[in-house]
């Protein structure tokens, strides 16, 4: 038996040296190059940039929206950058009719530094902190909303500041269990120090919660975003995209998905109102 176990472990070996300094490049895709802007789609913009704690320099877009209340946070996913954000951004703002700010974390597009699970939290603080300084957003007005790895950033965020709700797309469980659904024979969950684990933080969100999932998601599976789901208390709702993968939620979904993302804010608005202490 022994000389069994020596066996696997001597296997594995060259692949344990392999996967823990790929760990980065496997997670994140960050683009630095920025295509296109809101301004290509006819979209007025500011374009911010802002200092995370660490001293890092980050980059966002804030879109506003005539007379809207609201202002949506968009943690983006893992590839790319803002720029590649914009057509869903032209749609979010007509349909939702709300404040955008979307912002690159640290290493993607123009924003500096080099990410990791840790530096993205201190992004989102930032962004946070951003739009509490600088656009006077209060914690009732503020909506995260974050998709995919994104989604584990927003629910992050909100186990440390208080919102009108947070929306979450696509969200998987954690980074493990993400590498044991694509890699179901290989251990390489349990050597992955990027943790991004939902299913640690939606029970302590306290604000309303939004779980959009695409029932037909070739990387994040349906079941996963189930559970995240089953995880959180009340208040929540959960959206079926019907017909939808993973990077086309808001196509697919088309003018019911942006529905389903107004009538949420509007029963989280409502949800909130009925908590709050009567004077």
Same mark, same amino acid.
């Given at each position: 038996?022994?000389?069994?176990?020596?066996?696997?472990?001597? *296997?594995?070996?060259?692949?344990? /040296?392999?996967?823990?300094?790929?760990?980065?490049?496997?997670? $994140?895709?960050?683009?630095?190059?920025?295509?296109?802007?809101?301004?290509?789609?006819?979209?007025?913009?500011?374009? =911010?940039?802002?200092?995370?704690?660490?001293?890092?320099?980050?980059?966002?877009?804030?879109?506003?929206?005539?007379?809207?209340?609201? @202002?949506?946070?968009?943690?983006?996913?893992?590839? *790319?950058?803002? *720029?590649?954000?914009?057509?869903?951004?032209?749609?979010?703002?007509?349909?939702?009719?709300?404040?955008?700010?979307? $912002?690159?974390?640290?290493?993607? %597009?123009?924003?500096?530094?080099?990410?990791?699970?840790?530096?993205?939290?201190?992004? #989102?603080?930032?962004?946070?902190? /951003?739009?509490?300084?600088?656009?006077?957003?209060?914690?009732?007005?503020?909506?995260?909303?974050?998709?995919?790895?994104?989604? &584990?950033?927003?629910?992050?965020? &909100? @186990?440390?500041?208080?919102?009108? &709700?947070?929306?979450?797309?696509?969200?998987?469980?954690?980074?493990?269990?993400?590498?044991?659904?694509?890699?179901?024979?290989?251990?390489? *969950?349990?050597?992955?120090?990027?943790?991004?684990?939902?299913?640690?933080?939606?029970?302590?969100?306290?604000?309303?919660?939004? =779980?959009?999932? #695409?029932?037909?998601?070739?990387?994040?599976?349906?079941?996963? %975003?189930?559970?995240?789901?089953?995880?959180?208390?009340?208040?929540?709702?959960?959206?079926?995209?019907?017909?939808?993968?993973?990077?086309?939620?808001?196509?697919?979904?088309?003018?019911?998905? $942006?529905?389903? /993302?107004?009538?949420?804010?509007?029963?989280?608005?409502?949800?909130?109102?009925?908590?709050?202490?009567?004077?």
């Amino acid at each position: 038996m022994g000389r069994v176990l020596r066996g696997i472990l001597f *296997g594995f070996m060259p692949f344990f /040296l392999w996967a823990c300094p790929m760990e980065k490049r496997l997670i $994140f895709h960050p683009v630095k190059m920025i295509d296109q802007t809101p301004r290509d789609v006819g979209l007025d913009f500011d374009d =911010v940039y802002f200092t995370a704690r660490d001293g890092i320099r980050l980059n966002g877009w804030f879109v506003p929206y005539s007379s809207a209340q609201r @202002t949506l946070l968009w943690f983006h996913g893992n590839a *790319g950058n803002i *720029g590649h954000r914009v057509q869903n951004l032209r749609l979010l703002h007509d349909k939702v009719k709300i404040n955008i700010f979307i $912002f690159d974390y640290r290493g993607y %597009g123009r924003s500096e530094g080099e990410i990791s699970e840790a530096g993205s939290y201190l992004d #989102g603080g930032a962004a946070i902190d /951003l739009l509490y300084r600088r656009y006077n957003v209060q914690p009732g007005q503020l909506v995260l909303f974050g998709r995919s790895m994104g989604a &584990a950033v927003a629910a992050e965020m &909100a @186990t440390r500041v208080e919102s009108m &709700a947070v929306i979450l797309e696509s969200p998987f469980i954690s980074v493990p269990e993400m590498a044991r659904a694509v890699f179901p024979l290989l251990p390489l *969950g349990s050597l992955l120090s990027t943790r991004y684990d939902n299913l640690e933080k939606v029970p302590r969100v306290r604000s309303p919660l939004l =779980v959009l999932h #695409g029932d037909r998601d070739e990387v994040v599976p349906f079941a996963q %975003g189930r559970k995240v789901f089953e995880a959180a208390p009340e208040p929540k709702k959960f959206y079926t995209i019907a017909g939808a993968g993973h990077n086309d939620t808001y196509i697919i979904g088309g003018d019911t998905y $942006f529905a389903a /993302l107004r009538d949420g804010l509007d029963w989280a608005a409502a949800a909130v109102k009925k908590t709050m202490p009567r004077s």
